[in-house]
């Protein structure tokens, strides 16, 4: 099975990947916030709402952006199992 994401889908992500920064872990753009910090704390039950009061340099769009990446990367897995 291969999963072909685009580069366009790839450049509106607000993530950044720069090794000088957290040695090259995406973060949320004009951040520090490491991406998965979101998941993570989902995951563990915290709601959005705490995840950006914890965490107040990502916005809501941001997250919601991640959230829709992930969602229709899913989606596509699954048609091209």
């Avoid at 090259?24 to 705490?50: C, M, Q, S, W, Y």
């Avoid at 107040?56 to 952006?65: D, G, H």
């Amino acid at each position: 099975m291969t999963l072909i994401i685009g580069e366009k889908e790839l450049s509106a992500l607000p993530v950044t990947i720069d090794p000088g920064i957290l040695s090259g872990t995406p973060v949320f753009k004009g951040t520090r916030v490491p991406v998965d910090a979101l998941i993570t704390n989902l995951e563990a039950g915290v709601t959005l709402d705490a995840f950006l009061e914890n965490f107040p340099t990502v916005t809501r769009e941001q997250a919601l952006c991640v959230l829709e990446f992930s969602k229709s990367t899913l989606l596509k897995l699954r048609k091209t199992a």
